[in-house]
Nanobody
Framework: QVQLVESGGGLVQAGGSLRLSCRGT????????MGWFRQGPGLEREFVAS????????DCTDLVKGRFTISRDNGANTVYLQMNSLKPEDTAVYYC??????????????WGRGTQVTVSS
């Protein structure tokens, strides 16, 4: 069982930055790939970024490439999502998830409860 707790969401103006954190409780946290997903109002949950257990490999959607960066600190059992140059269309609930490195929701077994990010224009 892995428990994930996200933090760092909030309200920010367009062009601003936020850093999301997700702390996990797994003893073998470094062996688990992590992903960030988001779900806007009335929309399906969509892939944002993922990172391998070691942190040596990462992936992100073209929608955030060059603006968002995923990273992890296995010593702190934490994965981060640095979000820069935020746009109103980035407004969503952001979820972290643990599982197999993939862009598919179904590849992740454990999910956090989410943190709200709101970008004002």
């Amino acid at each position: 069982q892995v428990q994930l707790v996200e933090s760092g969401g909030g309200l920010v103006q367009a062009g601003g930055s936020l850093r999301l954190s997700c702390r996990g409780t797994a003893r073998s946290f470094s062996g688990v790939a992590m992903g960030w997903f988001r779900q806007g109002p009335g929309l399906e949950r969509e892939f944002v970024a993922s990172i391998s257990g070691s942190g040596s490999s990462s992936d992100c959607t073209d929608l955030v490439k060059g603006r968002f960066t995923i990273s992890r600190d296995n010593g702190a059992n934490t994965v981060y999502l640095q979000m820069n140059s935020l746009k109103p269309e980035d407004t969503a609930v952001y979820y972290c998830a643990a599982g197999s490195m993939s862009r598919r929701v179904g590849s992740y077994v454990f999910w956090g409860r989410g943190t709200q990010v709101t970008v004002s224009s």
